[in-house]
C-alpha cells in the first residue's frame, strides 16, 4: 500500500530511540528484534542510538548480558551493541530522568537536528507520569514534531481510563507528536486489505450482503499467559484483543472507500464503520481456560475471560444481515490468525454434485498468504467439481521480505507517518462496542486447555 500523508520531518542527523521498559516481555520479545532488523536491513540508521530505560541499577554492558540471557530475547545482540545504552530512571521519580537529559545533552552535542522517539512499553498506569516527566524536563516539547511518544494498547483499562489518559495527551502535545501502537496494524497481510478490496474489481463487486455469508475474523493461540498475569487479570481478553486488534481488522473490511490513503482519510473510513457495529449478545460466549486461576498474579476467583467468540453485525445497507464473528483466546488448539470471508452459493450450485460456497482466506499467521477457494470440475464430462484454490503465499515466495510488525511500525514512526496508527477517535468507537459486551454479557464457561474453535480448512 502506498502510504501517503507523511509529515514534513527535518533531515535528521541524529536518530534516538528511547524504550521505557527496559526489561520487560514486550522490549525483549518484540521491540529489540525488531530494530536489531532495521539496522540490518536499513543503510541509513548510522545515526541510531537506543536508549534501554528502566529502574534497575545496570550499566549498559549488564543490560545487555541480561538481554542475551533471557528466554524471552532470540536476537543477536551483538548487532545491537554498537547502538545500546541503558541508563535508570524510575519513571515515578522525576528527579532521576535528570540521568536521561545528561545522556541526551551529549547524545545531541553538536547534532543540527535530533529525531527523538519515546516508545513506553509500559503499562497504562505509568503513561501520565512518564509523558509529565519528558514535559517538565525539556525533553519533549509541544509542538516539535522531531519529537514523538508512542504508546502500545490497551489504551487505559477502561473507557473511562482511556478518554483520561488522551484528554491530558492531546493537551500537552500536538496530535502528530501522539502515536498509539497496535502491533497489528503492521503486519503485512493487515495493510494489504485495503489494497485487496479496493483495487481489484470483482471483490469490490461482490463485498456485500448480496454476495457474503459470513465472515471469521480468527486469533487463536495454543500458549496461555506466559507469566503476564499481574497485567492479564486486569485487562482481559476484550480489552487485550477485541478492543484492539480484532476491532481494528473489522474497520478495514467494511469501511467505505476512503477519500485517499493519507492517515485522516483512513482513519475517518474506519471511523465510520466502527460507529455502524451492533454486538449480538444472544450468539456470543466468553470463556476462561481451566486453569487461568493457578496462574502467578492471577486472582484465584477471577472471572476475566481468556476466549471470546462475538458475533456483530454491520447495520448499514451494504451489510445488513451478515453474521461477523470475532474469535480469540488463549489455551486453544492451533496457534493461527487468518480472515474467512464466506460467500453464498452461487444460483446454479444445485447443478454441481460437490459444489461448496467459495471463500477467499486471509492468511495472517504463521504464514502471510491470501487464498480463493473456486469450485471446478474433477474431471472432463462429469458434473462433479471439487474445491480449487488460487493462492498467493507471500512469506513462502519471498521469503525475509515480510517485515516483522514492529520494524513496519518503527520504521513508520522513523519518518513521520501516521496511516499504521489508530486515532483516539477510532479508539472511542471501539471502546463503545467493548461497553455493549460488558452491559449485555453473553455466556461464560470454563474450557478446556487445547480447545478447537475450528480452523480455516474445516
Given at each position: ?10 533531515k535528521m542527523n541524529k536518530l534516538i530511540i528511547t524504550i521505557f ?355 471446478s470440475l474433477a474431471k472432463l464430462h462429469t458434473s462433479e467439481v ?22 513496519a511500525l518503527f520504521t513508520e514512526m522513523i519518518h513521520g507517518r ?41
Amino acid at each position: 500500500m502506498n502510504l501517503a500523508g507523511t509529515l514534513y520531518i527535518k533531515k535528521m542527523n541524529k536518530l534516538i530511540i528511547t524504550i521505557f521498559g527496559a526489561t520487560g516481555d514486550l522490549t525483549l520479545r518484540k521491540l529489540l528484534p525488531a530494530l536489531e532488523t532495521l539496522i540490518k536491513t536499513q543503510k541509513d540508521y548510522e545515526s541510531l542510538t537506543i536508549v534501554a530505560v528502566g529502574r534497575r541499577a545496570f550499566t549498559s554492558e549488564e543490560y545487555l548480558s541480561f538481554v542475551s540471557e533471557s528466554n524471552a530475547f532470540s536476537g543477536d545482540i551483538n548487532t545491537l551493541r554498537p547502538y545500546l545504552v541503558y541508563t535508570q530512571v524510575d519513571a515515578l521519580k522525576p528527579n532521576t530522568y535528570e540521568n536521561l537529559k545528561t545522556l541526551f545533552s551529549a547524545l545531541s552535542s553538536g547534532k543540527q537536528s535530533v529525531r527523538k522517539i519515546f516508545y513506553l512499553a509500559v503499562g497504562p498506569d505509568l503513561f501520565l507520569d512518564i509523558a509529565s516527566n519528558l514535559l517538565d524536563t525539556k525533553l519533549v516539547t509541544k509542538g516539535d514534531l522531531n519529537s514523538i511518544i508512542a504508546f502500545e494498547k490497551p489504551f487505559g483499562h477502561t473507557f473511562e481510563d482511556a478518554r483520561f489518559i488522551n484528554a491530558f495527551l492531546e493537551e500537552k502535545f500536538s496530535p502528530a507528536q501522539i502515536y498509539r501502537v497496535d502491533h497489528y496494524l503492521g503486519k503485512e497481510m493487515i495493510q494489504n486489505i485495503i489494497d485487496l478490496r479496493f483495487s481489484n474489481t470483482f471483490i469490490h463487486a461482490i463485498w456485500n450482503n448480496e454476495h457474503i455469508r459470513e465472515i471469521k475474523i480468527v486469533v487463536s493461540e495454543k500458549d496461555g499467559i506466559l507469566n503476564r498475569g499481574a497485567y492479564y487479570d486486569e485487562v482481559g481478553v476484550l480489552n487485550d484483543m477485541v478492543q484492539s486488534h480484532l476491532l481494528q481488522i473489522l474497520a478495514l473490511l467494511v469501511m467505505d472507500i476512503p477519500h485517499s490513503l493519507a492517515s485522516e482519510d483512513i482513519q475517518n473510513a474506519k471511523i465510520a464503520a466502527l460507529e455502524k457495529v451492533k454486538y449480538i449478545a444472544s450468539e456470543s460466549l466468553l470463556g476462561q481456560y481451566k486453569g487461568y486461576r493457578n496462574e502467578l498474579g492471577v486472582d484465584p476467583d477471577s472471572l476475566i475471560s481468556t476466549l471470546a467468540f462475538l458475533r456483530v453485525e454491520v447495520q448499514t445497507p451494504k451489510y445488513n444481515g451478515i453474521p461477523i464473528y470475532l474469535i480469540t483466546g488463549k489455551k486453544l488448539a492451533r496457534k493461527e490468525a487468518y480472515i474467512e470471508v464466506i460467500f453464498k452459493d452461487a444460483p446454479g450450485s444445485h447443478l454441481f454434485a460437490g459444489s461448496r460456497p467459495n471463500r477467499l482466506i486471509i492468511e495472517i499467521a504463521p504464514e502471510s498468504r491470501i487464498t480463493l477457494e473456486l469450485n471446478s470440475l474433477a474431471k472432463l464430462h462429469t458434473s462433479e467439481v471439487v474445491p480449487t484454490k488460487l493462492e498467493h503465499c507471500f512469506s513462502c515466495n519471498f521469503p525475509g521480505a515480510i517485515k516483522e510488525a514492529y520494524s513496519a511500525l518503527f520504521t513508520e514512526m522513523i519518518h513521520g507517518r501516521k496511516t499504521l496508527f489508530p486515532s483516539f477517535n477510532e479508539i472511542a468507537k471501539a471502546w463503545d462496542i467493548i461497553c455493549q459486551i460488558r452491559d449485555e454479557k453473553p455466556r461464560y464457561f470454563i474450557y478446556e486447555p487445547g480447545f478447537d474453535m475450528g480452523g480455516n480448512n474445516d
